[in-house]
């Protein structure tokens, strides 16, 4: 590991499959470039925002959040199922019984006028497990809504992910900002983030080895499972992939000659309609 990312290591000690340190140097230059926002979106992230939502697990133990996102839905009557992917890796961990999607999290209890409470989300439940993919880390879930239910349109996921090579894409998701001390940030909440579509690596996660994007687009723990478009909003990967270590069993490099080449690495959408195929969801239930 390069020296910057070993010093940004020591400064922001993460665990999480979703954790990233991002290629820069100097130090500064990579700091500089760190960035969640929760307003101004570009074109590509309004058109996918209200189809993003927080998959939250709660317990006894504590609370931990990942990232879904709509990518089929099926009317039947007055209801509908929806199909989300998020991270394996949250549906494997949660020891909760009931498990929820909301739009959003730690919500303001006020409006903007300062007197009226808010009203919160509808938390979505039960999530019910459709496919796992153990080789990308990644899960289509089910939950059952009423029809009339206003939420976002299922993003649109289709094979041309090779078209943003080099270019800028965008990251929406629920990052644990709070975590990282110099983005001086406490409100976990719906946030984006932008880079850019580097080339492909190769990554292990539990001994499969598989094609991955690489990026510069930044990601937190909460990041895992949160989709990555470009600027028409079209998928380009989902972020799954951090950090690699002996601690969380799972190795990468986008360049074999440049060990200190750390990354984002996203699921390809080429990767992700293949895992759709095989969980079923692509043609609508009888």
């Known amino acids: 590991m390069g020296r910057a990312a070993r010093i940004l290591d020591l400064l922001f000690p993460v ?12 130090t500064i230059a990579c700091l500089a470039a760190e960035g969640f926002f929760a307003d101004a979106a570009p074109p590509g992230v309004r058109a996918i925002w209200p189809s993003v939502y927080a998959y939250v697990c709660e317990s006894r133990a504590g ?6 996102f709509l990518v089929q839905k099926h009317a039947r009557g007055k209801q509908s199922d929806d199909y989300f992917i998020t991270a394996g890796h949250a549906i494997e961990g949660c ?3 009931r498990p929820y999607l909301a739009e959003n999290i730690d919500q303001p209890s006020f409006e903007s006028d300062g007197i009226t409470l808010a009203k919160p989300p509808p938390q979505l439940e039960p ?18 809504t009423s029809a009339v239910l206003r939420m976002g349109d299922p993003l649109k996921v289709d094979g041309s992910c090779a078209n943003a090579l080099h270019r800028e894409i965008y990251a929406v998701g629920f990052p644990g900002v709070s975590k990282r001390r110099s983005l001086r940030m406490t409100r976990e909440e719906k946030r984006w983030s932008k880079g850019e579509y580097v080339g492909l690596g190769r990554a292990d996660f539990r001994g ?6 690489a990026s510069t687009v930044d990601s937190l723990p909460g990041s895992s499972g949160g989709p990555v478009v470009d600027a ?3 998928l380009v990967g989902v972020a799954v992939k951090g950090i690699a270590g002996e601690e969380n069993g799972f190795r990468y ?18 990767a992700v309609l293949r ?3 095989r969980s079923g969801i692509m043609v609508p239930a009888r």
């Open 15 to 26: 665990r999480s499959l979703a954790c990233v340190v991002v290629a820069c140097t100097p």
């Open 63 to 68: 609370t931990y959040t990942a990232t879904a």
């Open 95 to 97: 020891k909760s019984p």
């Open 127 to 144: 999530v019910k497990l459709v496919y796992l993919d153990d080789a990308y880390d990644i899960a289509v879930v089910k939950v059952a």
């Open 208 to 213: 499969i080895v598989s094609t991955y994007i």
């Open 232 to 234: 028409n909003g079209v």
């Open 253 to 270: 490099d986008v360049d074999p000659q440049k060990r200190d080449d750390w990354q984002t690495f996203l699921v390809p959408c080429d």
């Open 275 to 277: 895992i759709m195929d």
